[in-house]
């Protein structure tokens, strides 16, 4: 005799219907339609929506502002990087330094051994796990040095911001060790394959997307659960989630590390389908970008995170080949649009005013999707 | 010094006193609430009412005093450690989470899976449904379980407020102000509801409606300018010239 609304599955139809049309957009019509070098370009592009689905659960579900998520996707970026450069400086490659086995860029600032922290990058399985355990320990220690104080909103935004600034000065500084404002180049074989190749390229772009796909299920999951009812109230009425009998500080210490974490497998993968990492991807302006991203698609869609990334990019892309300093600009403009018209970004949109049409058009064909259509993203 | 098993008492504050950059909202203060009694506190505005409740839930740090709860020292603990010590509280405007339904409201109050992975890995099982189809229904709410909390009406809001206390089932339940701001059939209604969940457990309810208060009062405590004026039965406080003079007169 319960009313109908109990049911909570993992996932509805539309949820379903949201999910394989992204799927055959990325595993059908983007490698269909698009040449290698294309492809690639948005292989990149969606190693940013990982960040934004962290940013979605973060922001858009937890309330929790972090303008600094650039810093996870630059350590899971450099600790993939580092493995990389390993292996492209061995004897062989590096005869010609003064110090052949190490990084060319070390050989440069004058450094005769590898230091100590970098030796552990010789091993993929360890580049693998640091690859998540790092970033993941760093935010763990913001989290808790943030929430456990009960820091939040607009100084937990401006705290992220100042981290951010903080480890691009620290990479750019320490020019010896991280290859500086350069970032570390050159990379060539991961377990001596060739990721320079198209068809490598290809590869990783496959990889890419089953990885995205992974971190939208594990998303969809967190959402779905009770944790993600939580974080909502949580948003909205903190005392009462603190004084229904739950440690605040613990839920918003998980959700963080949890968007640290897929923001890294993000920066890892851009690291192996771009083939260098930078501290240009760390610092305050991508980070910015990067909750553009989860905001133009829409900051409570799992799915609008990902058409908003690629939409933000595709346009990045085209509008900075024709003007390249009207970019930024375009950029602001796009946000304040976004939060002055469409706080709901394109997930909004899709939802109050497409499916509607779409309904009364096709009446019982459809019985919803859950994100933004395939003619909402750009493709080629 | 305060003996923290005396069983006598369900909860004893005493001396407490908490200081906001020197004025002293809360002043000295001492009282004590037995099993399953119902203690209205009343005082003008600024009388340090809420005040106390939020020291007593954690929310509010005291600046000396001691506040014990079935042995318990709940000056030293966390405000989550003393929700599950025992201790429900209902704050003055209605807070339930607007974006959920009406049932979710209630299963976030459901004492099981408060930790990350506790509530990550939660299932909603027959004994919650049960559990929430029950409370639902003493608070009036079985039609809107399925409804966002934010198209209920005031009352409703409120009723649903303690409906997410009763499902954690506390020994002691505090409400700010349970009937503001409704009509007379909500008022009369809630009465109602307070008398029945009352019974197996100590209440103490901040009220300014002196109707209500006599309707559900065991024992009534007065304060004025974070101090107790008076306090006994509400017979004993009405009459009370003191209190005549500082409330009840206006």
Known sequence: MLPMPI??????????????????????????????????????????????????LCWGVGGILSLGQGVFFGLGGYCMAMFLKLEASSPENTAIQSTPGIPDFMDWNQITALPWWWEPFNSLAFTLVAVIVVPVVFSFIIGVAMFRRRVGGVYFAIITQAIAAILTILIIGQQGFTGGVNGITDLRTLNGWDIRTDEAKTLLYFVNGGLLFAVLLIAQFVRKSKLGRLLIAMRDQEDRVRFSGYDVANFKIFIFCLGGAFAAIGGAMFTLQ?????????????????????????????????????????????????????????????????????????AGLWSEHIEPRLMRLWPGATKGTAAPDAEKTPAE | MLDYNNKNFVLMVEDLTVSFDGFKAVNDLSFYVEPNECRVIIGPNGAGKTTVLDLICGRTRATSGSIAFKGQNLLKMREDQIVHAGVGRKFQTPSVYEDLSVFANLEISYPKGHGVFGALFFRRDAAVRERITEIAEMVFLTEHLGQKAAFLSHGQKQWLEIGMLLIQDPELLMLDEPVAGMSVAERRKTADLLNRIIADRSVIVIEHDMGFVADIATRVTVLHQGQVLSEGSMEHVQNDPKVVEVYLGH
């Not at chain 1, 049911?7 to 983007?30: E, N, P, Q």
């Not at chain 1, 690629?310 to 939060?339: C, D, Q, R």
Request: without cysteine.
């Open chain 1, 7 to 56: 049911k909570h599955s993992f996932m509805t139809r539309r949820d379903l219907v949201g999910y394989a049309i992204l799927a055959a957009i990325i595993f059908i019509v983007f490698p269909a339609l698009l040449e290698p070098f294309r492809l690639n370009l948005f292989g990149k592009y969606l190693t940013y929506a990982f960040v934004a689905i962290g940013l979605v």
């Open chain 1, 274 to 346: 771009v083939g260098f990492m930078s501290p240009s991807f760390v610092g305050i302006v991508p980070s910015i970008e990067m909750v553009i991203y989860a905001a133009v698609g829409g900051r409570l869609s799992i799915l609008g995170a990902v058409y908003g990334t690629l939409l933000v990019n595709y346009a990045k892309t085209s509008f900075s080949e024709s003007f390249p300093e009207l970019w930024l600009f375009g950029l602001g403009a796009l946000f304040i649009a976004v939060v002055m018209a469409f706080p709901n970004g394109l």
